[in-house]
Each structure stands twice: as C-alpha cells, then as structure tokens.
C-alpha cells in the first residue's frame, strides 16, 4: 500500500489556490505540466510509499501519539520549482513554518516511522503545496504573480494512501 501523512487545506484556501491555478495554466498552456486537482491539494509531511497493508493499524496507532496542537500556516508569496528554476520539474508553493511546527511534527513522525522500522523517503523536509509537474516546456514557464493567500488552521494531519490510476492519483484516507 502506498502512503503519504499530510495536512488537508481548508476549502477557502483550495478555493484561492484554485483561481491562481486557473491563471497559471492558461499562461503555460504550451506546456507539458501535469496539474494537481484541486481536491487532491494538500500539505506533505512525510512520503513513506509502499508498506505493508498489516503495519497501517499499528502506524495509525503510533502517529495518534504524537501531540498536535492546531496552528496557523500562511502560504509563501513566490512560486518556486524541485530542483531548481533552471531545470524545473515541480512547481511549487513553499509554506512559511517560521515558528518551526512542520519541521516538529515531520521530526516526530519520522522518529515513529523508525520506531515501527517503517522505510520512508529520507530526503530533508520542505514545507510546500506542489501546484504541478513538468513533463516538458516548449519555452521558459510563464511566472503568474501569486495572490496574497488567506491564513490558515492546520488542525490535524492524517494517514493516506495514494492509488496510481491513468486519470492521476486517488488518495483515500486511513
């Protein structure tokens, strides 16, 4: 079973996010980008990818432990690409986690991923909703200045799992 933890976006953020990306595929239309849809934005903590379907219960039983208190996250100002400007492949939002909330709980969740020797991806935390992936570009990606987005409660975070199908992922919640 693949599986990623995240954080679901309040609706009126979707919402914005959802106007701006209206904006951004209509300037790159010439582009080979796999947009995300809407309804499956939403904010990584951790990509684990396949595990075992006998060690959901005891994960989702780990990651209940972990303490959460609700806090509010505010979406960066610029658009910004994986790995770099130069050679695009995701585009991306960063989320400013200036007070460190995000890193703290991917900390945890990592140290409970270790705890049930559950591999995960390993690469540093980058706080960020991915807008896109590049398959190609005819000619350099056309930047669309981002709105100033509305503030927003992470209240929680859950479990998902992520079924690759030919129409894009479907993520279910666990």
Known sequence: MRCFIAIELAENIKSEIDSYLLKLKK????HD???VKIHNMHLTLQFIG?????MVEE?????KKIAFEQFTLKLNDKL???PNKFRPKVIKISVNDKK?????????IRQKLNELEIEYDKKPFSAHLTLGRIK??????T???LPKFSEFQAKNFNLFCSELTSDGPIYTKL
């Open 27 to 30: 300037s790159n239309s010439e």
């Open 33 to 35: 980008i796999k947009w």
């Open 50 to 54: 396949e595990i075992d379907v006998n």
């Open 59 to 63: 994960l989702k039983k780990a990651l």
């Open 80 to 82: 910004s690409f994986f």
């Open 100 to 108: 460190g909330n995000l890193k703290r709980i991917n900390s945890m």
């Open 136 to 141: 190609y570009l005819n000619k350099k990606f």
């Open 143 to 145: 930047q669309v200045d």
